[in-house]
């Protein structure tokens, strides 16, 4: 006798599921470690199940990452409403500190999500997109702290805010690559939104030195 038609409800649910136990394999042994049939072991069913809610193992990683970006997105809205209420350096401070934590804790997760495409990669437009958002968020939050005197006003927001990507990027994948320490990132790290401030606010490191850290 065939099963009765799965509700919407269950077909939600049964995907949440499988996107959480992609979510665990992904941060303990990276993408390539997402297979259907591992997936399908964990949570006890055929592994033809999950045919059924995705197509196949790229889908579930792709829908992987679009949840994750979900949840980004949502937390800027929230973080724009604080930077105009007259946090814009604390919001872009933690934001910054949201894919540190992400590139220290779940360095694979930080990769999938967020580390750029090679030229042939079929996920580069996604990316590209992703990132012109990151830029776009970063934006409004460096235009609002011009706005409110806490950041140097007459340059563009938006070459600001693709500087200060360009000063984050390079510590953050070094450190989801593997290639520093934890110490070493967090010297490093420190020095950098240091210098961010710095030059938000339109203040050169020569006219105001910074303090000395020897990196372990």
Not at 56 to 61: E, Y
Not at 136 to 157: K, N, R, Y
Request: glycine letters at 6%; one cysteine or more.
């Amino acid at each position: 006798m065939p099963r009765p038609p799965r509700s919407p409800e269950q077909v939600a649910m049964m995907r949440q599921k499988i996107l959480d136990v992609a979510h665990s394999l992904v941060h303990e042994g990276g993408p390539e470690s997402v297979t259907i049939r591992r997936i399908a072991g964990i949570l006890g069913v055929s592994h033809m199940t999950l045919y059924n809610y995705f197509p196949s193992r790229q889908s579930i990683l792709d829908a992987l990452r679009e949840r994750e970006m979900a949840r980004i997105v949502e937390r800027r809205q929230e973080a724009l409403e604080r930077a105009r209420a007259g946090q814009a350096l604390e919001v872009l401070q933690e934001n910054l500190n949201c894919y540190a934590n992400m590139a220290r804790r779940q360095p694979a997760f930080y990769r999938l999500i967020l580390t750029p495409a090679a030229h042939d990669d079929p996920r580069r437009q996604e990316l590209q997109r992703r990132f012109q958002d990151q830029v776009s968020h970063l934006t409004q939050v460096i235009q609002i702290g011009m706005e409110q005197g806490q950041f140097a006003p007459g340059s563009d927001p938006a070459k600001a805010a693709l500087v200060v990507l360009a000063m984050t990027n390079g510590p953050l994948a070094y450190l989801a690559g593997g290639l520093i320490s934890d110490e070493q990132f967090a010297a490093i790290w420190q020095i950098t939104l240091r210098l961010i401030t710095l030059y938000l606010r339109g203040v050169t490191a020569n006219e105001r030195p910074l303090e000395s850290i020897a990196l372990p």
